[in-house]
């Protein structure tokens, strides 16, 4: 509310525009949901009649994939940015090693998903600071309600991997298993208990957003949609872990 009104009434003060200069928007200080929030709503608020923008934001950006993990399409949308390469010629260890070390990156509709959780195997866990940046830019409500996904596909794919070495030792050449999926209305049903949503709609709207985030995968069977997190074991653990409530 307070970045609403400060850029509502440079809009209607202002002759000339004022520029704010942000080396790393995707810094430690920065990276939070509420802040980035605040940003683009002080952007955004500060349009006058003619359509300028009184306020406007130049920054720089380290993170390879941040257009996926910082910002939802509301924040993105009111932020309005213009994308420049400025290169350092400089070597991008760091941003590399955040984007994922091994195997494809998967894709979504904004370019390449988090760097985290992309391989094959089980084994590894993927890039957790990747990973805990995007859980830490999503709301409280969102995390809750990805818990809650990442809770049961927990259960499921433990009792697959128990199922899987009961037994079947000493086979060869065995077919990978199907991947566990809970249906779309078995989540409803969870999120609406634990107050995560106060809709469908809402909730609909909260699962747009953790898919742009390639943090939910959904695919239709034959009794309707189903959804899964596309990432190991270790990852589920991680997301259970992970308190929305800390500071």
Same mark, same amino acid.
Request: net charge positive; charged share 25%; aromatic share 6%.
């Given at each position: 509310?307070? !970045?609403?009104?400060? #850029?509502?009434?440079?809009?209607?003060t202002r002759? /000339?525009?004022?520029?704010?200069?942000? =080396?790393?928007?995707?810094?430690?200080?920065?990276?939070?949901?509420?802040?980035? %929030?605040?940003?683009?709503?002080?952007? !955004?608020?500060?349009?006058?009649? *003619?359509?300028?923008? +009184?306020?406007?934001?130049?920054?720089?950006?380290?993170?390879?994939?941040?257009?996926?993990?910082?910002?939802?399409?509301?924040?993105?949308?009111? /932020? #309005?940015?213009?994308?420049?390469?400025?290169?350092?010629?400089?070597?991008?260890?760091?941003?590399?090693?955040?984007?994922?070390?091994?195997?494809?990156?998967?894709?979504?509709?904004?370019?390449?998903?988090?760097?985290?959780? =992309?391989?094959?195997?089980?084994?590894?866990?993927? %890039?957790?600071?990747?990973?805990?940046?995007?859980?830490?830019?999503?709301?409280?409500?969102h995390a809750?309600?990805?818990?809650?996904? !990442?809770?049961?596909?927990?259960?499921?794919?433990?009792?697959?991997?128990?199922?899987?070495?009961?037994?079947?030792?000493?086979?060869? #050449?065995?077919?990978?298993?199907?991947?566990?999926?809970?249906?779309?209305?078995?989540?409803?049903?969870?999120c609406m208990?634990?107050?995560?949503?106060?809709? %469908?709609?809402?909730?609909?709207? +909260?699962?747009?957003?953790?898919? *742009? =985030?390639?943090?939910?995968?959904?695919?239709?069977?034959?009794?309707?949609? =189903?959804?899964?997190?596309?990432?190991?074991?270790?990852?589920?653990?991680?997301?259970?872990? /992970?308190?929305?409530?800390?500071?």
């Amino acid at each position: 509310r307070r !970045a609403l009104a400060i #850029g509502e009434r440079l809009a209607f003060t202002r002759s /000339f525009p004022i520029y704010l200069v942000l =080396h790393n928007i995707d810094g430690v200080g920065l990276r939070y949901r509420q802040t980035q %929030d605040a940003l683009a709503t002080l952007v !955004a608020s500060s349009v006058t009649s *003619d359509g300028t923008r +009184m306020i406007r934001l130049v920054s720089s950006v380290d993170h390879v994939n941040a257009s996926a993990t910082l910002w939802s399409t509301q924040t993105r949308s009111a /932020f #309005g940015w213009i994308w420049k390469e400025v290169h350092t010629y400089r070597p991008s260890f760091e941003e590399v090693r955040l984007g994922g070390e091994e195997g494809p990156v998967r894709k979504t509709r904004y370019g390449t998903g988090v760097g985290v959780g =992309h391989r094959a195997s089980t084994s590894g866990g993927g %890039d957790g600071m990747g990973f805990m940046r995007v859980l830490e830019s999503i709301g409280k409500r969102h995390a809750e309600a990805l818990k809650l996904l !990442a809770r049961e596909q927990y259960k499921l794919m433990k009792e697959q991997e128990r199922k899987s070495q009961q037994g079947t030792a000493g086979r060869r #050449g065995r077919s990978k298993p199907a991947q566990p999926t809970i249906s779309y209305n078995a989540w409803k049903k969870m999120c609406m208990g634990k107050m995560c949503a106060s809709d %469908d709609t809402g909730l609909r709207n +909260m699962l747009t957003e953790l898919t *742009d =985030h390639g943090i939910i995968a959904a695919k239709n069977l034959d009794d309707g949609r =189903h959804l899964f997190i596309p990432h190991p074991l270790p990852v589920l653990k991680q997301i259970l872990q /992970f308190d929305p409530n800390a500071d």
